[in-house]
């Protein structure tokens, strides 16, 4: 029901200490424990549920990006989403800083959109395969008219589909195209609306006479085109 969630005995999906290629040393505090933002999707071509996540290597420096510990993409597969396999990292994505991966099949190909360090004309970069198998291909930056937005989640509704990314200390939503096979992000028309905002305590969605009401906080209603 979406409500009630159980803890199964063994919760771990993926331990990156036992991903032999990853930069594991939990004796570093900056660098030796990077193993986060997973984002998992099924693959309808595979048949295989894959989690997409971030990490570092144990690069020394002396190779491109000449960063020591650079970041990366890396990916795991599943068929119960219980079980999973490494199945390794995207070179493309080596760069001082690759997170918040977000994998999409779309146009008979599959697009690996994560965030770096905003340097390379926007923060959200892309990359294509033929198949989840790879190999991936850095295109670039996406378009888009606010290169500084981060962190984006791609969701539909109908036909249409949109963008959810961070943008200084707010949350951008955008109409998602592809024209020339390019993801495109374009803005959306915002109203403003104002209303009541309740501590839910019981969880009825309900405001309840004895529940705290928290004044003063907008709400931003999003609308497609259609």
Known sequence: DLMTWTRPVN??????DTVSWAYWNTSDPYDGAACRDPQVHWNDTAGLWVMTYSTRLPDDGTTAPWFVHPMVIAMAVSTNLTDWTDAGYMNTTRW?????PVMLEKNN?????????????????????????GPFTRVGPISTDQPMAYAAEFFSRGVNEYSLSVLGFSLKIQSVTWPGNIPTQTPLAVTMLR???WLDDNHDQVFGGSEVQVAGVPMVLYRDTG
């Open 11 to 16: 919760n771990v999906a993926l331990n990156c």
């Open 96 to 100: 001082h800083v690759a997170e918040s």
């Open 109 to 133: 190909q599959v697009y690996l959109i994560w965030t770096d360090n905003c340097a390379r004309g926007a923060c959200l970069q892309y990359a294509t395969a033929p198949t989840i198998a």
């Open 195 to 197: 209303g009541t905002t």
